[in-house]
């Protein structure tokens, strides 16, 4: 019996939680981050080289985040990352705008059904996040509906569709959703928009 169960243990162990924060990693080569373009819904987003070659780093093009100074040797930086778009590049071999040496990270709000009635949760921040202490949400019903404000400047990292803090009726939450956040430091910079999250209420 302990044969079975411990294997088994293991195993889940290792299955990573859907609804749980997810890791990517990017490698740092000469000169391009393969892959250049990374998407998760929150977590975390390593850039990592083992060996050395041409001198390198990794900076934001809306100065949220910064490896530190070019580096020709081994490379191992983390960002735990919350919603909203992130292109970054090299500053030796790249540029803003995804100029040479250069890539984003595309980071969703996740939406979980809950906590009761039409209402649902949206999570668009990450504890402990390298890229910004404030968000922007925004909020859309239908495909074709015109961009709303949700919360502009706030703290907090989730908010519950459908009760107090709604800004619709929760007569009127029926139907497809979708929204889109991003994230900032006040006074230093603030991502571009995440892409969009659509929920079926």
């Known amino acids: 019996m302990r044969r079975i169960v411990l294997?088994?243990?293991?195993?889940a162990l290792l299955v990573p939680s859907p609804a749980g924060?997810?890791?990517?990693?990017?490698?740092?080569?000469?000169?391009?981050?393969?892959?250049?373009?990374?998407g998760?819904?929150?977590g975390t987003v390593t850039w990592m080289r083992s060996g050395s070659g041409n001198p390198h780093n990794v900076r934001s093009d809306d100065s949220l985040f910064r490896s530190g100074d070019p580096v020709s040797g081994p490379i191992d930086y983390s960002v735990t990352v919350s919603a909203g778009t992130f292109p970054y590049y090299c500053e030796v071999h790249g540029g803003p705008g995804g100029a040479g040496m250069a890539g984003v990270v595309r980071v969703r709000p996740v939406v979980r059904g809950g906590p009761s009635?039409?209402?649902?949760?949206?999570?668009?921040?990450?504890k402990g996040s390298d890229v910004g202490n404030v968000y922007d949400i925004q909020y859309r019903?239908?495909?074709?509906?015109?961009?709303?404000?949700?919360?502009?400047?706030v703290a907090k990292i989730r908010g519950v569709f459908g009760k107090n803090e709604s800004p619709i009726p929760k007569d009127q939450i029926?139907?497809?959703f979708f929204f889109r956040a991003r994230s900032a430091f006040a006074g230093v910079g603030v991502s571009d928009w995440s892409p969009r999250t659509r929920f079926r209420a």
């Not at 294997?7 to 195993?11: E, I, Q, S, V």
């Not at 924060?21 to 000469?30: G, I, Q």
């Not at 009635?117 to 990450?126: E, R």
């Open 7 to 11: 294997p088994a243990l293991c195993l």
């Open 141 to 153: 019903k239908g495909r074709n509906g015109a961009w709303k404000k949700w919360f502009d400047d």
């Open 40 to 42: 998760l819904r929150r």
């Open 117 to 126: 009635g039409p209402a649902f949760t949206v999570i668009w921040g990450a």
């Open 174 to 176: 029926r139907g497809v």
């Open 21 to 38: 924060a997810a890791a990517k990693t990017v490698e740092v080569k000469d000169n391009i981050f393969e892959p250049a373009g990374v």
